[in-house]
């Protein structure tokens, strides 16, 4: 990934539509997505298939747009100076000190198929209308654009089949909940993060804690005595993964990675074609807040390694932090949603690795049974062991 020097936001990024492969049209005719919508209006990336007009949607774990209907595909292709940049964190803060994206509006986009106009401050979904894609080519000013997109490796069927083996699996599910699966819901999202790299210098002081023992009358206590410690500790973080939306539970979240970061492509709109996409709610700053923490944790640790010896206390860790470096990523998501006794369930499947993460419910019969069943056998052992004894 290459480290861009910055410009001022918003950070520069190409708003014509992507290269499609496919021979362009030759017809001037103006469509819903660039006539009669006026300069609010967000241009909107082609979902529509070149040779039955059907929709498209990113194939997963292709490099193409596939036709749903007719099974054309549209390939995406990256030219050779293209690459996932990363921007400084200073510089930009310097420019932005009271940047808030909560505070730039929706914008307008117009679907190429019914030609409905639809405000949001999403960057990818589905028209209300029509059902047709709606993909955001340009930002709102103000608004940083992704950088990169790790896309759909693994299918709607592989993430159904991960999610109906997923839910059958739960230890103390009730019975009908084995049912489950195949008639669920399951849609593709895009969900944004912010990565932070840095390099860090840390100066610490503090105690090392080697044990002995002593004598006392007839037993031996174990005793530390301790050793003035300090010293320098570098460390180099890259790729740390923020959260950059509050949409989805952040535990579970966290809990859907690691993720293939190795596998970002430069971003393109048509990676979004068949998928939703939500704009980060999360700026930079409280990015940078959660990235500098996660530093802080395993700079801690780091220094009691380097302390040494059998306990450390750390008085104090001085860190200086340098060439800090950000940018924006969209990582997918399937999202499959089920009712049971009334209520909705989540789950979510990593669309890069098949991690699944989500809400369950549990049988209380099966719970008490099972904690009978372990007393009693706790009670067998229990008279067999006196019995012998």
């Given at each position: 990934?290459?480290?861009?020097?910055?410009?001022?936001?918003?950070?520069?990024?190409?708003?014509?539509?992507?290269?499609?492969?496919?021979?362009?049209?030759?017809?001037?005719?103006?469509?819903?997505?660039?006539?009669?919508?006026?300069?609010?209006?967000?241009?909107?990336?082609?979902?529509?298939?070149?040779?039955?007009?059907?929709?498209?949607?990113?194939?997963?774990?292709?490099?193409?747009?596939?036709?749903?209907?007719?099974?054309?595909?549209?390939?995406?292709?990256?030219?050779?100076?293209?690459?996932?940049?990363?921007?400084?964190?200073?510089?930009?803060?310097?420019?932005?000190?009271?940047?808030?994206?909560?505070?730039?509006?929706?914008?307008?986009?117009?679907?190429?198929?019914?030609?409905?106009?639809?405000e949001t401050k999403d960057v990818a979904g589905h028209c209300q209308f029509c059902g047709g894609?709606?993909?955001?080519?340009?930002?709102?000013?103000?608004?940083?654009?992704?950088?990169?997109?790790?896309?759909?490796?693994?299918?709607?069927?592989?993430?159904?089949?991960?999610?109906?083996?997923?839910?059958?699996?739960?230890?103390?599910?009730?019975?009908?909940?084995?049912?489950?699966?195949?008639?669920?819901?399951?849609?593709?999202?895009?969900?944004?993060?912010?990565?932070?790299?840095?390099?860090?210098?840390?100066?610490?002081?503090?105690?090392?804690?080697?044990?002995?023992?002593?004598?006392?009358?007839?037993?031996?206590?174990?005793?530390?005595?301790?050793?003035?410690?300090?010293?320098?500790?570098?460390?180099?973080?890259?790729?740390?993964?923020?959260?950059?939306?509050?949409?989805?539970?952040?535990?579970?979240?966290?809990?859907?990675?690691?993720?293939?970061?190795?596998?970002?492509?430069?971003?393109?709109?048509?990676?979004?074609?068949?998928?939703?996409?939500?704009?980060?709610?999360?700026?930079?700053?409280?990015?940078?807040?959660?990235a500098k923490q996660t530093m802080d944790d395993e700079i801690r640790s780091d220094v009691k390694?380097?302390?040494?010896?059998?306990?450390?206390?750390?008085?104090?860790?001085?860190?200086?932090?340098?060439?800090?470096?950000?940018?924006?990523?969209?990582?997918?998501?399937?999202?499959?949603?089920?009712?049971?006794?009334?209520?909705?369930?989540?789950?979510?499947?990593?669309?890069?690795?098949?991690?699944?993460?989500?809400?369950?419910?549990?049988?209380?019969?099966?719970?008490?049974?099972?904690?009978?069943?372990?007393?009693?056998?706790?009670?067998?052992?229990?008279?067999?062991?006196?019995?012998?004894?």
């Open positions: 990934m290459t480290h861009d020097s910055f410009a001022p936001p918003p950070l520069p990024q190409d708003t014509t539509a992507g290269p499609w492969t496919d021979t362009p049209s030759t017809d001037s005719t103006p469509t819903a997505a660039t006539a009669g919508w006026g300069e609010d209006s967000a241009a909107v990336e082609r979902g529509r298939c070149p040779v039955c007009g059907a929709a498209l949607a990113y194939g997963a774990g292709s490099s193409a747009l596939v036709c749903g209907s007719c099974g054309h595909r549209v390939e995406i292709t990256h030219g050779d100076d293209e690459s996932v940049s990363e921007h400084s964190f200073e510089q930009w803060l310097a420019h932005n000190d009271r940047y808030e994206v909560a505070s730039i509006g929706g914008q307008v986009l117009a679907c190429d198929g019914c030609g409905a106009s639809t894609n709606l993909v955001a080519s340009s930002n709102p000013e103000g608004v940083i654009p992704p950088e990169g997109v790790l896309p759909f490796l693994v299918d709607s069927r592989a993430a159904r089949d991960n999610f109906t083996k997923w839910v059958r699996s739960r230890w103390f599910a009730p019975g009908a909940l084995k049912q489950v699966g195949d008639t669920e819901s399951i849609r593709g999202t895009y969900l944004p993060h912010w990565t932070f790299d840095a390099n860090t210098t840390s100066d610490y002081t503090g105690q090392r804690g080697e044990h002995y023992t002593e004598k006392q009358g007839d037993q031996e206590v174990r005793r530390t005595r301790w050793h003035h410690a300090s010293g320098r500790i570098r460390n180099t973080f890259d790729d740390l993964l923020v959260p950059a939306s509050t949409t989805l539970p952040r535990n579970r979240v966290a809990k859907l990675g690691p993720w293939t970061l190795g596998e970002v492509k430069p971003y393109k709109a048509e990676y979004l074609v068949g998928h939703s996409a939500v704009r980060y709610d999360v700026d930079p700053q409280a990015g940078y807040v959660e390694r380097d302390i040494g010896g059998d306990e450390q206390r750390i008085h104090h860790i001085d860190t200086t932090y340098s060439q800090v470096m950000f940018k924006l990523i969209l990582l997918p998501i399937w999202i499959a949603t089920f009712m049971y006794a009334g209520k909705q369930w989540q789950v979510m499947v990593n669309a890069n690795t098949g991690e699944v993460v989500g809400d369950r419910p549990y049988s209380v019969p099966k719970i008490v049974a099972a904690v009978v069943v372990g007393l009693v056998l706790a009670g067998v052992a229990f008279w067999l062991f006196n019995r012998d004894g």
